[in-house]
């Protein structure tokens, strides 16, 4: 029996199939007009297509190629009319002399920082090309000569200046005939005597040469003459050479030596052989003073110093940032402390007050060190580093002299001195500021040796006449530059064209007004 539908039912049923079929209708009226949905196309069963990646779109960078048209519908203005044609023409002109501008070359003075348009942001201040500009050697081109001198106000400086510039080059040969080693010149340096002129050079290939220049060219051609027993008289008449002596003492370059101040016949030699040896010019022999405890070790040797105060201890500093001490009479007691990650150029004691020590590193610092106060494990103890400063390349060398000045040579091309005073009253560890470490004299200086030149260094006479303290330096125009403390200019030593490389090693007597450099090509120059 079919339950009965109420009224309410029988209306909402009605309710529902007139809606059906009024929207049925607005279908078919829409489909007619073609106002209906469009049919969604089957999607591909592919997994190919389903797992596509859609790469990243590329933007392209549009040129602006002048003012943008616009449309003259939108502006109110008719077509074909006079509006329109001038409209258009401006256009075409503003086009024209958009593409004409670029082309247009620059005729007056422009600014770099205003026309940089990529890379690198340009500051005045650090102005990187300069050090490319000073890079290239100039030779025989002089930056300091008699008119300087002739220009110095100050008295006591002019004297100086005249006194310096005064010295003459050695006349018993000429350089390119004193070939006192047979490779490149590392070290160099006099022996103490005042007797005589002995000069000492160490080369590439760990040979030590000395010439006397005490010699002349009359001497040697009678003493030639003596050795030989039966001149040919048709045999033309030949300038002698100098008489030169030298000894193979290391297998490697000899980088530095040093005289012992206790012994001045006792030469300290060190080289990239890992070894440190005594000259003994008495006894005429050679002894090894340290090397590693193992032969197969490679531990280049780039410098030694000897303590004043102590003449039986020795310091040496490696290419591998350590520097070490020995005493002579007990080799087995050698200290090593890894002052550096990078490789130490060179370093110094100070005269004064041996126990302070100046760095010079690969890493661009300049950094004094205290020996009095050691931290760190038995083994692997430190000196108090007190002081540091930092370059915009690296450090060649640093020098101290005996009144507390460090005069560095770098690759940013300058030569800085560093001024400390009051040293030897300073307390065990005493830190100094950045202030107090910062150069206390710039001086602009080309350094740029390249591969075939020994790195210039900044060598102070050791007891200098007056007690007016002058370092010496190697200039890449083929001459000598000498300084004073405070940074000026005493002499440029050449030699009117009888210098034919650069004269990078160079060193003063240790009391004498004597002067002498080595080139790459073995040879001496000497002034007196």
Known sequence: MTPEVSEYEQQRQANIAQRDKLLKQLALDAGKAGLGPQKVAPKSNKSSTLHKKKGPVKRVKVEDAGPRRTSSRLQGLTADSEVAKRKAEDEYVATQEAA??????????????????????????????????????????????????????????????????????????????????????????????????????????????IFDASQTSAAIKAENSVKKEEPDEDEEEVDSDPGITSFHCHTRTISAFQFSHANPSHLYTCSYDSSLRLLDLTKSKSTEIYAPSDSSLDEPLSGVEMDPTAPH?????????????????????????????????????????????????????????????????????LPALIGEHESRLSVSHAAFNSAGQVATASYDDTVKIHTFEGMGSWSPGHKVSDNEMAPSSIIRHNNQTGRWVTILRA?????????????????????????????????????EGLITAVPAVAQFHPTEQWVAAGTASGKLCLWM
Not at 102 to 125: P, Y
Not at 147 to 174: C, I, P
């Open 313 to 381: 201890m020795l310091y040496f500093s490696r290419l591998d940032g350590h520097v070490g001490r020995t005493d002579t009479r007990a080799p087995n007691s050698t200290d090593v402390f890894q002052l550096s990650e990078k490789k130490i150029g060179g370093f110094s004691l100070n005269p004064a007050n041996p126990h302070f020590i100046a760095t010079a590193s690969l890493d661009r610092y300049l950094r004094i060190w205290d020996l009095r106060k050691l931290s760190g494990k038995a083994s692997r103890q």
């Open 459 to 495: 060598q102070w006479q050791l007891h200098p006449p007056n007690s007016i303290h002058r370092f010496c330096i190697g200039n890449m125009n083929r001459f000598v530059d000498i300084y004073t403390a405070n940074g000026d200019q005493l002499a440029q030593l050449g030699g």
């Open 100 to 209: 004409r501008s670029k082309r247009q070359r620059h005729s007056g003075e422009l600014k770099l920082s205003d026309v940089v348009v990529g890379g690198r942001n340009w500051d005045q201040s650090e102005n990187y090309f300069a050090d490319v500009v000073s890079r290239g050697a100039n030779p025989y081109e002089r930056t300091f000569g008699d008119s300087e001198v002739k220009e110095t106000t100050d008295r006591e400086l002019r004297s100086l200046r005249e006194q310096m510039s005064g010295l003459e080059l050695y006349s018993g040969f000429e350089p390119n005939r004193i070939k006192i080693t047979p490779e490149r010149i590392y070290s160099l340096g006099f022996h103490p005597t005042t007797d005589k002129q002995l000069v000492f050079a160490g080369d590439k290939l760990g040979n030590l040469g």
